[in-house]
């Protein structure tokens, strides 16, 4: 399989080169040449896999060339082999047609796990091959910096350096970042907020001294291979409820637009997708340029869904570059208009290709705690805000009629309720408890350098530690 930028001047690479690679040398964002198709037969033959044969057997056609088909199922069912549900990815039913998809049985109790644990593995395969390291650095507010510390621990090949801000992310949350003591994970705390430590990140990438000594990787959403890890769980679900030979709907609670366009590959693929809610918080970039095709980037402001509090979201370039006939001339003096204004008006093309699948919909914080306490008083089930999130626009446009009352509509768990104890025991007046698996987290030893906020420490730091491993 071969790989084109959306921004159309960097190289085409295939699959090992743009898992390394990340962003495109132009900007842009790797998609595939072209969609791999399942007819209904083949998609039927898929029902009763186990999900590391059922992973391997979707993810086959974007991975030919720099996998075998031996080399993919060793990993799948390495990195499945070690979820905390036998099934990974559970579905659970709350009525008649609603349902969840729990997507936090991984080591860091977040969805981000099932595409990080499975990239980590590929960085190593691939290295090995080339005789490289890879230096990853990081910034992050929560959720990815300890999925992708756990991710790549104890490897050899890779090391990491997070960034987080210094006091500004949750208990759970740093601990899941600074009590994993392997030599090749460094954590900095750094004084500031998330947008400095980002800054910092940002720029190392663009300094000839970093350059020059170390072979960067990045592990953010923009990595294709991320995405592709994103599309099993589509199938793996629709199959339950009867796909191919039903429709089945999804919310999905949405920030930078990776989990979302993840179920719009599936759907290009050939799975029977009646359609894909976007679900946002009051950062609702999204929920605008999907309803009005205005997609202006206005302030952050702060909930208690900070994973989704994004500003700009950088999957959705795919979208728009699908959606609007991949013309990848167009689609880069778009986003340099864009970049420039920090704001653009969605084309005719975009806009229908867009709306013929995608619906969207936003919640508030009230909103927000209400579907908490629906689903912990109709079913029982306590979830996390994000989760919330998506549930109450699930049930928003259940109830106005646009997903039929016959189709399953499944809300994608994103992360697991103690990992935001806080919020969850406002809404539902319960405080979650970690799983046993991770149950010890407040018990270890911390390891954690606190870095003044200016970037030359931090680029000192990095360059001082990088390669001791
Ligand atoms: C990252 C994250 C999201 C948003 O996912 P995107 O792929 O960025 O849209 C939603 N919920 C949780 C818990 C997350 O960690």
């Known amino acids: 399989m071969q790989y084109v930028s959306t921004r159309g001047s960097a190289p085409a690479l295939d699959f090992e080169g743009v898992t390394l690679a990340g962003l495109a040398s132009d900007g842009g964002l790797y998609v595939p040449a072209q969609w791999p198709r399942f007819s209904a037969d083949e998609i039927r033959a898929l029902r009763g896999l186990a999900y590391p044969d059922l992973a391997a057997r979707i993810m086959a056609p974007f991975v030919a060339g720099s996998l075998t088909e031996d080399e993919l199922l060793a990993l799948t069912h390495k990195v499945y082999g070690d979820f905390g549900h036998a099934a990974v990815t559970p579905l659970v039913q709350l009525d008649q047609q609603h349902w969840l998809l729990e997507l936090f049985h991984g080591p860091t109790l977040a969805f981000k796990d099932v595409a990080l644990q499975l990239l ?15 230096t990853i650095v990081g910034a992050t507010s929560g959720d990815t910096g300890s999925a992708a510390i756990q991710a790549v621990a104890g490897l050899d090949r890779v090391e990491i350096f997070m960034l987080h801000p210094k006091g500004r992310v949750s208990d759970v949350q740093r601990r899941q970042m600074t009590t994993v003591l392997s030599p090749n994970v460094h954590n900095l705390a750094i004084e500031g907020s998330f947008d400095d430590a980002q800054a910092h990140v940002k720029r190392m990438f663009t300094d000839g001294d970093v350059t020059a000594t170390l072979n960067l990787g990045a592990v953010n959403s923009i990595n294709w291979a991320r995405l592709m890890a994103q599309v099993v769980y589509y199938f793996a679900s629709a199959l339950q409820l009867g796909a191919p030979d039903r429709t089945v709907a999804y919310s999905v609670p949405t920030g930078n637009f990776g989990d979302v366009f993840a179920g719009y590959v599936a759907a290009k693929m050939g799975l029977p997708i009646e359609r894909l809610i ?9 929920h605008r340029a999907l309803s009005s095709g205005d997609y202006s980037a206005g302030g952050v402001t702060a909930t208690i869904t900070p994973s989704m509090d994004i500003q700009v979201s950088s999957n959705f370039e795919r979208l728009l570059f699908d959606a609007g006939g991949r013309d990848g001339g167009a689609m880069a003096e778009q986003m340099r208009a864009f970049e420039a204004t920090k704001a653009m008006q969605l084309t005719n093309a975009q806009a229908e290709g867009a709306s013929a699948l995608f619906t969207s919909a936003r919640a508030d914080q009230t909103e927000t705690a209400r579907a908490l306490q629906w689903a912990y008083r109709a079913a029982g089930q306590v979830i996390d805000p994000h989760t919330g999130v998506g549930l109450h626009a699930a049930r928003a446009l259940a109830d106005n009629g646009t997903v039929p009352a016959s189709v399953p509509l499944v809300t994608l768990a994103t992360a697991h309720p103690a990992k935001f104890p806080d919020a969850v025991e ?33 680029r000192d730091y990095v360059l001082g530690h990088a390669g001791n491993a």
């Open 120 to 134: 980590g593995r590929l960085f190593e395969t691939f290295l090995e091959r080339r005789g490289e390291r890879l």
């Open 278 to 286: 976007v679900a946002t918080n009051i950062n609702d970039i999204l």
């Open 426 to 458: 406002r809404a539902v007046g319960m405080r979650p408890a970690l799983p046993a698996r991770v149950g010890d987290l407040f018990g270890r030893a911390e390891s954690f350098v606190e870095i003044a906020g200016d970037y030359a420490a931090t």
